[in-house]
T-cell receptor
Framework: DGGITQSPKYLFRKEGQNVTLSCEQN?????MYWYRQDPGQGLRLIYY???????QKGDIAEGYSVSREKKESFPLTVTSAQKNPTAFYLC?????????FGSGTRLTVV | DAKTTQPPSMDCAEGRAANLPCNHS???????VYWYRQIHSQGPQYIIH???NNETNEMASLIITEDRKSSTLILPHATLRDTAVYYC????????????FGPGTSLSVIP
């Protein structure tokens, strides 16, 4: 079945460590996105990529980095510069109308 | 800036129609209205979209006013599994436009 796979589902890290969240899709979608969601809030855009080897900052890119070396993959690195990294992270992809979302990664920094 | 305005919460009796409103008074001519829903701790799920005509699929109906400044998502026979946060989004075709998700409407379906 086609879809988006985010791994791991839960992730714990110590403060000051970088961590990379995986996002893989087999939908042949051109565009991919990363969103952050805090409790009781909507989704905020971190980074998005419309084609391979190209990506743009979203509204809250500070402290995050991405790469898009393959169409299928769009990993997100949460760096130590991100002041409040504990959140629910969602990856999505699209081609035309409508987004397909992954099931999310819940990151907790202790 | 938010492009849409939705009530923060709504209740609906099980088996009745759930009508979720959305205001998008600044929508431009080439922007579509999209609806998604998010069940707790899962990724949002696409429901339906429309440009200016009313649309229906197996999940819901979308009614867009003639001036396109507001719309209503209708779940014809709400079930407990429809309890979720519903997001109304306005954007161009999503491949070419970043999408802004507001806080949405938290729908509670009551037995």
């Amino acid at each position: 079945d086609g879809g988006i796979t985010q791994s791991p589902k839960y992730l714990f890290r110590k403060e000051g460590q970088n961590v990379t969240l995986s996002c893989e899709q087999n939908l042949n979608h051109d565009a991919m996105y990363w969103y952050r969601q805090d409790p009781g809030q909507g989704l905020r855009l971190i980074y998005y990529s419309q084609i391979v080897n190209d990506f743009q900052k979203g509204d809250i890119a500070e402290g995050y980095s991405v790469s898009r070396e393959k169409k299928e993959s769009f990993p997100l690195t949460v760096t130590s510069a991100q002041k409040n990294p504990t959140a629910f992270y969602l990856c999505a992809s699209s081609i035309g109308h409508g987004y397909t979302f992954g099931s999310g990664t819940r990151l907790t920094v202790v | 800036d938010a492009k849409t305005t939705q009530p923060p919460s709504m209740d609906c009796a099980e088996g009745r129609a759930a009508n979720l409103p959305c205001n998008h008074s600044t929508i431009s001519g080439n922007e579509y209205v999209y609806w998604y829903r998010q069940i707790h701790s899962q990724g949002p799920q696409y429901i339906i979209h429309g440009l200016k005509n009313n649309e229906t699929n197996e999940m819901a109906s979308l009614i867009i006013t003639e001036d396109r400044k507001s719309s209503t998502l209708i779940l014809p026979h709400a079930t407990l599994r429809d309890t979720a946060v519903y997001y109304c989004i306005v954007s161009k075709r999503t491949s070419y436009d970043k999408v802004i998700f507001g806080p949405g409407t938290s729908l509670s379906v009551i037995p």
